[in-house]
């Protein structure tokens, strides 16, 4: 039984990883950020931390920065000090998950950053005699639970598929089981060559992959629309600035290079051919649960927007859009009045704005929408001391707070 570290384990390609090995038998620890931080521990502490362990499997990765864990922190400066550590450490096989095409010239900071810790690797031990290391390259990974195959999923779901740049993108694209197989047999001591193009048996155009997807969720085929570049690119934009899904500008650069290579590494590594994405996908078939997630996929964002962009109307109204006299008459109805009144209105006024613009930061959404439960329960409890009519008015306005709460439950839920 071997001893196996994942650096990057709760992630996608990290779960799958770790699953493969424990199939086998061996000590698996699949590491999550809190425990491993490539972004802030020390070379030191690292490698207190791989001290134990006979194999270390780097999966750390990102797609944009966020602050402290930045590109450059993570697969850069943060891989290169897991690699001395690892050495330092009397680890005996390293492996370390790169991505294809990835280059010092590469014109995203993805490529550059990447580049950076192969090479950093090959200096530290050209010949691996130190630790006896591998990288692996691979194209698209494609299998459930991957952000990617989440959105190309949802992209398949509709109605008229969307016709990704100008339909010539080409990856080759790989299954995640297979990637697996492959780091499992590799941390057994698996004959193979240094760096490893870890891609599928034949490349295919973004055409092709959304209708393979589609395919596996039990569709028929279905027309395609193309999308305008300058659409898709602006959109790439604002999901980098507000979204942590896998399309931002840096994604399309990459999709726009192409993402292919010769299968002959993968192959004699994997001691075997690896298996055509259609035939992979079969083994696994696309459950009611994928379909639903598929096809709520692009409306999730919905709740968090519309209750945030509502909590700052309220605000902005209580703050002086409605008429003041208006809302001291009101809140005068329930005992405030005065000084006490015009308090809960301007500082319910200004909890409304601070809640609303919290949610469509996306500043722990779970969180705010139990505040914005609070404190429509409080106003509620508060309102039972209005007149009858203000409850059975028709337009229903304190009725509403039912389908409200509903709202904020299902976008809890969403966001967690």
């Not at 299968?263 to 639903?292: C, H």
């Not at 109204?317 to 006490?340: N, R, T």
Request: charged share 20%; proline share 5%; aromatic share 6%.
């Amino acid at each position: 039984m071997i001893r196996i570290l994942i650096v990057g384990g709760t992630g996608f390609i990290g779960r799958h990883i770790a699953g493969a090995l424990r199939a086998r038998g061996h000590s698996v620890v699949a590491a999550s950020r809190a425990a491993v931080d490539l972004a802030r521990d020390s070379e030191a502490t690292l490698r207190d931390k791989l001290a134990t362990f006979d194999v270390v499997i780097n999966c750390a990765g990102l797609v944009r920065d966020a602050g402290a864990n930045s590109m450059s922190a993570v697969h850069a400066d943060g891989a290169c000090n897991l690699f001395r550590a690892a050495i330092s450490a009397g680890v005996e096989r390293l492996i370390h998950v790169s991505a294809l095409g990835v280059s010092a010239e590469g014109e995203t900071g993805y490529q550059r950053t990447k580049s950076v810790a192969e090479d950093d690797l090959e200096a530290l031990d050209p010949l691996g005699e130190k630790i006896d290391w591998r990288i692996l390259r691979p194209s698209l990974v494609v299998g459930r639970g991957g952000a990617s195959t989440a959105w190309l999923s949802a992209a398949a779901m509709l109605p008229r598929l969307p016709r990704l740049g100008h339909g010539d993108w080409r990856f080759q694209p790989v299954h995640v089981s297979d990637l697996a197989e492959l780091a499992a047999r590799l941390a057994e001591g698996g004959e193979s060559p240094r760096r490893i193009d870890v891609v599928g048996p034949r490349s295919m155009n973004t055409d092709e992959l959304l209708l393979t997807l589609r395919d596996w969720l039990g569709l028929r085929p279905a027309p395609f629309f193309r999308i305008p570049q300058r659409l898709f690119l602006f959109a790439a934009a604002i999901g980098g600035r507000v979204s942590t899904g896998p399309l931002n500008r840096e994604v399309v650069k990459l999709l726009e290079k192409g993402n292919v290579a010769d299968l002959a590494g993968m192959t004699t590594a994997l001691g075997r051919a690896p298996r055509a994405l259609r035939d992979a996908l079969a083994l696994q078939p696309a459950s009611d649960a994928d379909r639903v997630a598929a096809r709520f996929f692009f409306l999730r964002p919905l709740p968090r927007w519309s209750l945030g962009l509502l909590w700052i109307a309220t605000g902005l109204l209580s703050l002086g859009l409605y008429p003041i006299e208006k809302s001291q008459a009101l809140v005068s109805q329930i005992g405030l009045s005065g000084a006490l009144g015009d308090a809960a209105i301007y500082g319910g006024g200004a909890l409304d704005l601070l809640l609303g613009a919290l949610l469509l930061l996306r500043w722990r959404p779970p969180l705010v929408g139990l505040a914005q439960l609070a404190s429509m329960t409080l106003f509620t409890a508060l309102a039972t001391r209005l007149p009858a009519e203000c409850w059975l008015h028709p337009f229903a306005p304190l009725l509403k707070n039912l389908p409200v709460a509903a709202l904020i439950l299902l976008m809890i839920a969403m966001e967690i």
